[in-house]
């Protein structure tokens, strides 16, 4: 659903686009612009601060953590989907074996 509205969005924007008037002489530019050095104040910002380095989370035993995390979360979906697959199989089974008991007797 969300492929169909991207695409007749696009559609329609290129549509009103390519109508705009004068569109013909100009000179379209990237979305995305030129490239800008960052300032003094972002530098700053970005600048690594030794006080915060304590609770980053690039620490060994947090990565094995996340690891284990990632692990049981698909075990759990795998189990899940395990439960739905042997439910379905049983009800088709005994809808199979109710008709041919149904239809023999």
Request: proline fraction near 5%; charged fraction near 30%; include cysteine.
């Amino acid at each position: 659903m969300a492929f169909l509205l991207r695409e007749t969005n696009s559609g329609i924007l290129s549509r009103f686009r390519s109508q705009s008037p004068g569109a013909e002489g100009k000179i379209w530019l990237s979305r995305r612009g030129f490239h800008v050095e960052p300032g003094p104040r972002e530098k700053a910002l970005l600048a690594p601060d030794p006080v915060l380095s304590r609770f980053k989370s690039t620490k060994k035993s947090v990565k094995t953590l996340k690891r284990i995390g990632d692990i049981l979360t698909i075990v759990v979906v795998a189990g899940c989907c395990y439960e739905i697959y042997v439910k379905a199989t049983m009800r088709e089974e005994a809808r199979s074996k109710a008709a041919s008991d149904g239809g023999s007797a």
